[in-house]
């Protein structure tokens, strides 16, 4: 069974940093995605990469902040992330798609504040 983990949330103050884990099990996926989620909003996508690692692409709110990369074995997907913001309060969730389908890790919160 395709199962997605994350790891690595916690609270930072503004202009600190974080580096979220995802790791895949059960199955290879073709393509990940970072997305978060804050009360009472949509959940967006804030970043994603292709399974070689030649593709990424993020949110306008994310360029020049953010970073989505593979380890060596393509079983895990980083997303680290600089000078955060307030508003980058959310949980966040990682996204896997084998198949036509798409998988969803439980979800790691992540908090800014002072």
């Known amino acids: 069974q395709a199962r997605l983990v994350e790891s690595g949330g916690g609270s930072v103050q503004p202009g600190g940093s974080l580096r979220l884990s995802c790791t895949a099990s059960g199955v290879t996926f073709s393509a990940m995605k970072w997305y978060r989620q804050a009360p009472g909003k949509e959940r967006e996508m804030v970043a994603a990469i292709s399974s070689g690692g030649g593709y990424t692409n993020y949110a306008d709110s994310a360029k020049g902040r953010f970073t989505i990369s593979w380890n060596k074995a393509k079983t895990t997907v980083y997303l680290q992330m600089n000078s955060l913001k307030p508003e980058d309060t959310a949980v966040y969730y990682c996204?896997?798609?084998?198949?036509?389908?798409?998988?969803w890790g439980q979800g790691t919160q992540v908090t800014i504040s002072s």
């Open positions: 996204n896997g798609r084998i198949g036509g389908n798409d998988f």
